[in-house]
């Protein structure tokens, strides 16, 4: 059998199979599969095999099943009984395994039973829940290959260990007070405090005073705070330089989630899944009195990011802190999580004030993973823990491809066979420790995976340090490096995701990519078949003063967009937001192409909008202005700007003309008009403008990506517009519309350039 079946308690679920049909024979965890071989009459083979097929651990997806007859062998005797048998190490390796498991209902039960031997205990964990991807070190999945390796167990977890009844049974992290992990409690200079029960207690107690915590957590370090102090969570942002972007809360159970938050039936599925993510969730208007969140924690900003307990150890600090918690990842703003204690006293010292650490080393990081509900779909915007490293389905057999992804949001992905496996978020490579933690990250996947890749993709971009990075990888393997178009790999990954063929219309809207005529891409139609694209239409370019730095400050790019409608008169309208002397240099230097690209980014046209809207001119996060419009739309309001698309010349992709919807907007404002409006009629002018380009290209198969396509809003009116004209339309649900996807899209178009060569 393949597919998810290791470290999910499959082989003991097979072994209980086979016994209640009297079979003999045995079961063993391949590097690639479970291996089962069994003798009996007939009608038990059958049942046995209709077992298989129907039922299995919860956690477990079959995704093939291969059934042989083997002669008895006559000199051999036969077999008593049913036995799991010791892995075997050989084999071809293929991604099997399970990602890291939220803690399942019986573990809960344990911990809060005073009668039962792990009453309290953080690192309790069974077959169908617990640590896998954070602590394995190679394949097969086997205590003495996890880090747990050092652990050995006590007589009562040996017995449940090896007891085919038991829940327990080859649960490879399986620990109790006596023989397993534990906690100790450092203040911020890393000396000890406390440990096991009451170092919980006293971080609990220190964070319900204010102060703030940096926990090790499952997959790396994380910062508590108490998320009802308006001052601890402030005192949070400025320690983290994080003073806008929100922050993600902890609380549970599910009932305290619904009176700050409306949740849906596939929202409530989603948050007491498994992979237990991040999720969000909009907040409830009607609770009166009830909102307890600190505004600080998702500063206007009508949703919330809120995750429940997902480990033991995080249950335990939330019942006795006794509040909603801000859990956020060990960082300061654009550094890498840390995952040792070492590490998280010298980066997160000056953050925390106390630290509470254990001794079950973290493998690898994994931080907690973000999504959001959409069209009633699960969405996911930062694939990592609970998701990373279970395997995309791809549709076909991909030669072995190593895929660096972008700049920010970095993921990377590996081929194998026909999945994909992507490494947890990795983040932005802004800093040098961050491109140290991407090569980490490839060295990892390459050496768990055991492959030599034939090729290794990366982005356009020729300074992006991934590139820099697979440069140097190409180069020590002798394969060729495929550098793939940012938009290309977007749109690639949301077809490799469905498994799309022919032909495919991508609408690939972001920020910012590098594109191949000097300017900055981002507000792309891509015709797409096999390796090849072609651009169909584009947002009409403007310049953008100060290049990247715009993405901070939409006024740059207010300032830009006017400059291509009004040359210099721009000044009259951008005044409010310069000085003179800076908005003449500004002004002088968008004339001259060479000081600051032209882009046809859709992010900054969001910019754009939100500032002469009169939303923020300046940021403190790449979005943020875009997010402030998506929050401001009013549902309700269905007509839309003029946005008109303006076929292609000769070679020239046509055109989606913004300024008559400028014009419109300037109007609005000046008319009085309220903003929440105008920001629909903005979305709404996007969704008409995606038809009439949709119809120009003339292809039924239409993919929505690129970072621009996490706003809900504009998602769900593009989708609708896009269908009632008939078009078949794609999104994005494993993997993230944003940066985080393009790993998978460089693979399948480095795949595709490879095969068309041989
Ligand atoms: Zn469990
Ligand atoms: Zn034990
Ligand atoms: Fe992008």
Same mark, same amino acid.
């Given at each position: 059998?393949?597919?998810?079946?290791?470290?999910?308690?499959?082989?003991?679920?097979?072994?209980?199979?086979?016994?209640?049909?009297?079979?003999?024979?045995?079961?063993?965890?391949?590097?690639?599969?479970?291996?089962?071989?069994?003798?009996?009459?007939?009608?038990?083979?059958?049942?046995?095999?209709?077992?298989?097929?129907?039922?299995?651990?919860?956690?477990?997806?079959?995704?093939?099943?291969?059934?042989?007859?083997?002669?008895?062998?006559?000199?051999?005797?036969?077999?008593?009984?049913?036995?799991?048998?010791?892995?075997?190490?050989?084999?071809?390796?293929?991604?099997?395994?399970?990602?890291?498991?939220?803690?399942?209902?019986?573990?809960?039960?344990?911990?809060?039973?005073?009668?039962?031997?792990?009453?309290?205990?953080?690192?309790?964990?069974?077959?169908?829940?617990?640590?896998?991807?954070?602590?394995?070190?190679?394949?097969?999945?086997?205590?003495?290959?996890?880090?747990?390796?050092?652990?050995?167990?006590?007589?009562?977890?040996?017995?449940?260990?090896?007891?085919?009844?038991?829940?327990?049974?080859?649960?490879?992290?399986?620990?109790?007070?006596?023989?397993?992990?534990?906690?100790?409690?450092?203040? *911020? $200079?890393?000396?000890?405090? /406390?440990?096991?029960? @009451?170092? =919980?207690?006293?971080?609990? !107690? +220190?964070? %319900?005073?204010?102060?703030?915590?940096?926990?090790?957590?499952?997959?790396?370090?994380?910062?508590?705070?108490?998320?009802?102090?308006?001052?601890?969570?402030?005192?949070?942002?400025?320690?983290?330089?994080?003073?806008?972007?929100?922050?993600?809360?902890?609380?549970?159970?599910?009932?305290?989630?619904?009176?700050?938050?409306?949740?849906?039936?596939?929202?409530? *599925? $989603?948050?007491?899944?498994? /992979?237990?993510?991040? @999720?969000? =969730?909009?907040?409830?208007? !009607? +609770?009166? %009195?009830?909102?307890?969140?600190?505004?600080?924690?998702?500063?206007?900003?009508?949703?919330?990011?809120?995750?429940?307990?997902?480990?033991?150890?995080?249950?335990?600090?939330?019942?006795?802190?006794?509040?909603?918690?801000?859990?956020?990842?060990?960082?300061?703003?654009?550094?890498?999580?840390?995952?040792?204690?070492?590490?998280?006293?010298?980066?997160?010292?000056?953050?925390?004030?106390?630290?509470?650490?254990?001794?079950?080393?973290?493998?690898?990081?994994? !931080?907690?993973?973000?999504?959001?509900?959409?069209?009633?779909?699960?969405?996911?915007?930062?694939?990592?823990?609970?998701?990373?490293?279970?395997?995309?389905?791809?549709?076909?057999?991909?030669?072995?491809?190593?895929?660096?992804?972008?700049?920010?949001?970095?993921?990377?992905?590996?081929?194998?066979?026909?999945?994909?496996?992507?490494?947890?978020?990795?983040?932005?490579?802004?800093?040098?420790?961050?491109?140290?933690?991407?090569?980490?990250?490839?060295?990892?996947?390459?050496?768990?995976?055991?492959?030599?890749?034939?090729?290794?993709?990366?982005?356009?971009?020729?300074?992006?340090?991934?590139?820099?990075?697979?440069?140097?990888?190409?180069?020590?393997?002798?394969?060729?490096?495929?550098?793939?178009?940012?938009?290309?790999?977007?749109?690639?990954?949301?077809?490799?995701?469905?498994?799309?063929?022919?032909?495919?219309?991508?609408?690939?809207?972001?920020?910012?990519?590098?594109?191949?005529?000097?300017?900055?891409?981002?507000?792309?139609?891509?015709?797409?078949?096999?390796?090849?694209?072609?651009?169909?239409?584009?947002?009409?370019?403007?310049?953008?003063?100060?290049?990247?730095?715009?993405?901070?400050?939409?006024?740059?790019?207010?300032?830009?967009?006017?400059?291509?409608?009004?040359?210099?008169?721009?000044?009259?309208?951008?005044?409010?937001?310069?000085?003179?002397?800076?908005?003449?240099?500004?002004?002088?230097?968008?004339?001259?192409?060479?000081?600051?690209?032209?882009?046809?980014?859709?992010?900054?046209?969001?910019?754009?909008?939100?500032?002469?809207?009169?939303?923020?001119?300046?940021?403190?996060?790449?979005?943020?202005?875009?997010?402030?419009?998506?929050?401001?739309?009013?549902?309700?309001?269905?007509?839309?700007?003029?946005?008109?698309?303006?076929?292609?010349?000769?070679?020239?992709?046509?055109?989606?003309?913004?300024?008559?919807?400028?014009?419109?907007?300037?109007?609005?404002?000046?008319?009085?008009?309220?903003?929440?409006?105008?920001?629909?009629?903005?979305?709404?002018?996007?969704?008409?403008?995606?038809?009439?380009?949709?119809?120009?290209?003339?292809?039924?198969?239409?993919?929505?990506?690129?970072?621009?396509?996490?706003?809900?809003?504009?998602?769900?009116?593009?989708?609708?517009?896009?269908?009632?004209?008939?078009?078949?339309?794609?999104?994005?649900?494993?993997?993230?519309?944003?940066?985080?996807?393009?790993?998978?899209?460089?693979?399948?178009?480095?795949?595709?350039?490879?095969?068309?060569?041989?």
């Amino acid at each position: 059998m393949r597919g998810v079946v290791q470290g999910v308690g499959f082989r003991p679920f097979v072994y209980r199979t086979a016994c209640e049909e009297s079979l003999r024979g045995w079961v063993l965890n391949e590097a690639d599969a479970v291996r089962i071989e069994v003798e009996g009459n007939d009608g038990s083979l059958d049942r046995f095999l209709q077992a298989l097929r129907q039922t299995h651990p919860p956690q477990a997806r079959i995704d093939s099943l291969e059934v042989s007859e083997v002669a008895t062998a006559s000199d051999a005797p036969a077999p008593e009984g049913f036995e799991i048998r010791a892995s075997s190490g050989q084999a071809e390796r293929r991604p099997t395994l399970p990602a890291d498991l939220a803690m399942c209902a019986e573990c809960l039960q344990e911990i809060s039973d005073p009668r039962q031997r792990r009453y309290r205990y953080p690192f309790t964990n069974c077959t169908n829940c617990g640590p896998r991807w954070s602590i394995i070190r190679q394949l097969p999945y086997d205590r003495p290959r996890t880090s747990m390796h050092s652990f050995a167990m006590c007589g009562d977890c040996q017995a449940e260990y090896g007891n085919p009844g038991d829940r327990r049974f080859h649960a490879q992290p399986i620990a109790c007070p006596k023989c397993g992990p534990q906690l100790t409690l450092l203040d *911020a $200079a890393g000396r000890p405090l /406390a440990e096991r029960d @009451l170092a =919980l207690r006293q971080a609990a !107690d +220190a964070v %319900g005073a204010g102060r703030i915590l940096a926990l090790q957590g499952l997959g790396g370090f994380q910062l508590i705070a108490d998320a009802t102090s308006e001052l601890a969570v402030q005192r949070l942002r400025e320690r983290k330089r994080r003073p806008d972007k929100p922050l993600a809360i902890m609380l549970g159970p599910l009932s305290e989630v619904r009176r700050r938050c409306r949740v849906s039936e596939a929202e409530a *599925a $989603a948050l007491q899944s498994p /992979a237990a993510p991040i @999720l969000l =969730l909009a907040r409830r208007r !009607d +609770a009166d %009195g009830v909102d307890d969140i600190a505004p600080a924690v998702a500063p206007g900003n009508p949703q919330l990011g809120v995750m429940l307990p997902s480990t033991p150890l995080h249950h335990l600090l939330l019942a006795h802190a006794a509040r909603p918690l801000i859990c956020t990842s060990g960082n300061l703003s654009e550094e890498p999580m840390a995952i040792t204690a070492r590490d998280a006293v010298t980066r997160l010292g000056s953050v925390a004030d106390l630290l509470l650490t254990h001794d079950r080393p973290i493998v690898r990081p994994v !931080d907690d993973s973000v999504a959001h509900v959409i069209a009633g779909r699960l969405q996911i915007l930062r694939r990592a823990r609970g998701y990373a490293p279970l395997p995309i389905r791809m549709h076909c057999e991909l030669p072995v491809v190593l895929a660096v992804g972008g700049h920010l949001k970095n993921t990377v992905a590996l081929s194998l066979g026909e999945s994909v496996v992507m490494t947890p978020h990795v983040g932005d490579l802004e800093t040098a420790l961050s491109v140290q933690v991407h090569r980490q990250a490839i060295d990892d996947l390459i050496q768990f995976f055991g492959v030599r890749p034939q090729a290794v993709a990366c982005d356009l971009h020729p300074d992006y340090a991934s590139t820099r990075n697979a440069e140097r990888l190409a180069q020590a393997w002798g394969v060729p490096l495929v550098p793939v178009q940012h938009h290309q790999a977007h749109v690639a990954a949301c077809v490799a995701e469905h498994g799309l063929a022919g032909p495919v219309l991508g609408f690939s809207w972001d920020g910012t990519g590098y594109g191949t005529d000097r300017t900055v891409w981002g507000g792309e139609a891509l015709l797409c078949d096999g390796a090849e694209y072609t651009r169909v239409a584009q947002l009409r370019t403007f310049p953008l003063p100060g290049g990247d730095r715009a993405a901070r400050q939409p006024r740059r790019s207010a300032l830009g967009v006017l400059y291509a409608i009004f040359g210099t008169q721009a000044a009259d309208a951008a005044g409010a937001w310069f000085t003179t002397e800076e908005l003449g240099m500004l002004i002088a230097a968008c004339g001259r192409p060479r000081l600051f690209p032209r882009t046809s980014s859709l992010g900054r046209l969001f910019d754009a909008v939100a500032a002469l809207c009169g939303l923020p001119a300046w940021v403190t996060f790449e979005g943020q202005a875009a997010m402030a419009l998506e929050f401001a739309a009013n549902p309700e309001v269905r007509d839309a700007y003029p946005l008109p698309v303006r076929a292609a010349r000769g070679a020239d992709p046509a055109v989606l003309d913004w300024e008559p919807m400028i014009r419109a907007v300037l109007a609005d404002r000046a008319a009085g008009l309220p903003v929440a409006e105008i920001a629909a009629r903005f979305h709404n002018a996007l969704a008409a403008a995606a038809v009439q380009a949709a119809r120009m290209a003339g292809c039924r198969q239409v993919v929505l990506t690129g970072g621009c396509f996490q706003n809900a809003f504009l998602t769900e009116r593009v989708q609708a517009s896009l269908r009632d004209a008939g078009f078949q339309v794609y999104v994005h649900s494993e993997v993230p519309p944003g940066d985080g996807g393009i790993a998978l899209g460089q693979i399948l178009i480095a795949a595709k350039k490879l095969n068309s060569k041989t």
